[in-house]
């Protein structure tokens, strides 16, 4: 095998989701402990004083203790080139995971051992299973008193409608949790406290069920336990099937501690063995192989002003196919033009690193002047294709947004503008208008408090906040109607979007019947293409 389809073969690139408090977070921590990537893992607390989790680096998020924006992080292990999505949990910000799971090629689902299968992690799991991603399932927090195991296995099979598969399984849980038993390999790996977080590893203990030796290891009653739960595992159980787990249809599950250290090491190597390549992208040319020799990329994430020293924005995008090169000259595809990318970094929460190569599955980060939008194209193929467009979904809550000072006029503009392009806000306004009245559209209403937090720290704007009661978004579909000869109740706005596409603001649901009534030829949609 080249070199170069070694490299690609050698990528895996996945996201960690989960519903916040979950633990995922401080399992991406121990990821990265494990691979090198940092020294020592952090414990994301919002208390003053504490460390910081490496993947936060908004200020906010470090005052709050929570993730609000995706991260990327990259590492090398056991022979592997690992990119490491670290999605919000919070659910104001599902619509940044949304996206940063199309650039994914699998999801790792870490779920609370006490609380089970969360709201979001519904919400989050319903976005891979409409890609048909692998989901691998990390039941953490196994040191704390748990649920019974069986019952979380039916949990997730009957609330997210994928078979299971464990990997391992527990032997108690919380004061008398003593380790887990490898399946496969047939053995306990024994969990060993000295009552400080993470500090020590446990040491793999080969000993076979019924082995009375496993008595003074893990106690007689739960030797018992453990011996007839894995009896009625290896008869009622899903079977292992690799292809299940590729097409999202069986997830392997784990069992563990991110916190203690306890089963992250043998979850990591199970799961990049089991884990797929860069997987191919569909295009409005058909599919688009990794090993292919053009290079080819899409942009999935836009941030501003990542680094104050900076001042910049910087485009994530997810290599589809072939090598990237620093200096490389590609097709904008949107844009129509030819674009050399000189400044590409890669980055741990604010650390960059300068980027001279990377392959398909890899995620890089390049100065945007302004150029790139969500969803964009490049490619050094002669062929002008587009990746399939990344959907903006309709926000839920809606404010009008004034400045305080109106002699800021151009920083306000400007902050709201790049705010916009990142997808963390949707901006309205009047059609053909100008940003004298500005609409914000968001997923979750925290979102707002991080728009006046950013705008205040990164273009020095106060602004004022005043919700609506607008509570649907829908895009006119067909641009060939007039939007302004509608028939639409007086509380229904028309406006447009930072795209200029027409859309429609309601207030209740008996106004979006009322607008299909009266103008047979409307359509409407509640999610818009890029």
């Not at 977080?197 to 290891?217: E, F, M, R, T, Y």
């Not at 060939?480 to 603001?505: V, Y």
């Amino acid at each position: 095998m080249s070199d170069f389809l070694n490299q690609i073969e050698k990528r895996r690139t996945f996201a960690i989701i989960s519903h916040p408090d979950a633990g995922k977070t401080t399992l991406t921590e121990k990821l990265l402990l494990y691979g090198g990537a940092i020294q020592q893992a952090g414990i994301v607390k919002g208390k003053k004083g504490t460390k910081r989790a490496t993947s936060d680096w908004m200020d906010i998020e470090k005052e709050r203790g929570i993730s609000v924006t995706s991260s990327v992080m990259q590492f090398n292990y056991d022979g592997y080139c690992v990119n490491i999505l670290d999605t919000p949990g919070h659910q104001d910000f599902s619509e940044d995971t949304y996206r940063t799971l199309m650039a994914a090629d699998s999801a790792v689902m870490v779920i609370d051992a006490a609380k089970g299968v969360e709201a979001q992690t519904i919400k989050l799991f319903k976005v891979c299973t409409l890609r048909h991603i692998p989901i691998f399932t990390f039941i953490n927090k196994m040191d704390r008193d748990s649920r019974d195991p069986f019952e979380l296995m039916e949990e997730i099979e009957k609330i997210l409608g994928i078979q299971t598969y464990p990997i391992n399984w527990p032997i108690g849980s919380g004061k008398d949790f003593k380790g887990v038993y490898d399946r496969q390999k047939k053995e306990i790996l024994a969990f060993e406290s000295d009552g400080k977080v993470g500090v020590k590893q446990a040491i793999a203990k080969s000993a076979k069920l019924g082995d009375p030796n496993l008595d003074s290891l893990i106690t007689a009653p739960l030797h018992e336990t453990l011996a007839m739960d894995i009896e009625l595992l290896d008869g009622a159980s899903y079977e292992f099937d690799r292809e299940r787990i590729n097409t999202g249809r069986l997830s392997p599950v784990f069992f563990g501690s991110a916190l203690t250290n306890f089963g992250v090491e043998p979850f990591i190597k199970e799961f990049l063995a089991l884990t797929t390549p860069p997987l191919a992208r569909h295009s409005d040319m058909g599919m688009i192989d990794p090993m292919n020799d053009d290079f080819s990329a899409f942009v999935f994430k836009i941030q501003a002003n990542m680094n104050k020293a900076h001042r910049d924005r910087i485009a994530f995008m997810r290599i589809v196919s072939g090598k990237f090169e620093r200096g490389m000259e590609v097709k904008h595809i949107q844009g129509g033009k030819k674009v050399r990318l000189s400044q590409s970094t890669q980055l741990m929460a604010s650390d960059r690193e300068t980027v001279d190569e990377a392959f398909a599955g890899d995620i890089i980060g390049i100065f945007d002047p302004g150029i790139f939008s969500i969803g964009d194209t490049i490619t050094t193929s002669k062929n002008n294709f587009k990746f399939d467009p990344i959907p903006t979904f309709a926000p839920e809550h809606f404010a009008r947004i004034t400045q305080v000072d109106t002699m800021k006029r151009k920083q306000f503009v400007k902050g709201m503008e790049q705010i916009a392009q990142e997808g963390a806000i949707q901006i309205f306004r009047e059609i053909g208008g100008g940003y004298e009245e500005v609409i914000v559209g968001v997923v979750g209403v925290l979102q707002l408090e991080v728009l006046e937090h950013r705008l205040k720290t990164e273009y020095s704007v106060d602004i004022r906040i005043q919700t609506l009661s607008y509570q649907y978004i829908r895009w006119i579909e067909n641009e060939e109607i007039n939007p302004k000869a509608l028939n639409i109740t007086s509380d229904t706005k028309l406006l447009e979007d930072f795209k200029e596409r027409k859309l429609l603001l309601f207030t209740s649901q008996w106004n979006i019947n009322w607008a299909t009534e009266k103008n047979p030829d409307l359509k409407l949609v509640d999610v818009a293409q890029n």
